[in-house]
C-alpha cells in the first residue's frame, strides 16, 4: 500500500520536478480545515497509483519557497506535474474520483 511522500522545498526537485511519473503535490497546512478533509483522500489516492504515479503533500507553511514559486494563494490546491511540468490544477476540497481522473489522464 502506498503512503503519500512529504514533499519539502529540500527535495520538490528530485520528488517531482525529476519524477519519470505524474505526480500529484497536495499544498496544505496544518490549520486548513478542508486541508485536513482532503488527507484520508490523498492516501488512498498514494495506495490506489502506487507504481503509477508519485502522490506527495506539501505543507506551505513548512516550505514557503515552493509554495510562492507556483503562486499557492488558497489551500488545499491540488497540482499534477508531468515531465517536470504543471499540468492540471485544482484549488479547494475535491472528490477522490476528480483528483483520481486528473492523475489518470496524465499516465502514459
Known sequence: MGKAIEITDDNFEE?????????????????????????PVVEELAGDFDGKAVIGKLDVDANP???????????PTMMVFKGGEV?????GAS??????????????
Open 15 to 39: 520528488v517531482v520536478l525529476n519524477s519519470e511519473n505524474p505526480v500529484l503535490v497536495d499544498f496544505w497546512a496544518t490549520w486548513c480545515g478542508p486541508c485536513l478533509m482532503m488527507a
Open 65 to 75: 519557497e515552493t509554495a510562492a514559486k507556483f503562486g499557492i494563494r488558497s489551500i
Open 87 to 91: 499540468v492540471d490544477k485544482v484549488v
Open 95 to 108: 472528490s477522490k474520483a476528480d483528483l483520481q481522473g486528473r492523475v489518470e489522464a496524465q499516465i502514459a
